[in-house]
């Protein structure tokens, strides 16, 4: 069975940073697709970026900025988030989701099977 773990959400000020991470466990195989996405109040969940577990290739979701960095470390099964330069429109649950099918998703959360309950990020001015 997939479990998703996130961590590392918080309260920050506009201009910091966070570091979310993502645990994962019952991924057997090397292949398939890791994501992170996010969630505001009222708003849509929204894809922030992608990593094939394969090739460790990463791509983001257009409406996102450099400010956001999806790496992996495979020893420790953990996903991360790497956000800089936070802004208060950055405030939402930030979620991990797994696709263990090895075709290319899309970034959106229909092609997703798997996801953690999500870590709080709150960013005021």
């Known amino acids: 069975q997939i479990h998703l773990v996130e961590s590392g959400g918080g309260s920050v000020q506009a201009g910091g940073s966070l570091r979310l991470s993502c645990v994962a466990s019952g991924l057997t195989y090397s292949g398939g697709w890791m994501g992170w996405f996010r969630q505001a109040p009222g708003k849509e969940r929204e894809g922030v970026g992608i990593v094939d577990r394969l090739t460790d290739a990463t791509t983001y979701a257009n409406s996102v900025t450099g400010r956001f960095t999806i790496s992996r470390d495979n020893v420790k099964n953990t996903l991360y988030l790497q956000i800089n330069t936070l802004k208060p429109e950055d405030s939402a649950m930030y979620y991990c989701?797994?696709?263990?099918?090895?075709?290319?998703?899309?970034?959106?959360?229909?092609?997703?099977?798997?996801w953690g309950l999500g870590t709080q990020v709150t960013v005021s001015s």
């Open positions: 989701a797994a696709r263990t099918e090895w075709s290319r998703p899309r970034i959106v959360a229909a092609d997703f099977d798997y």
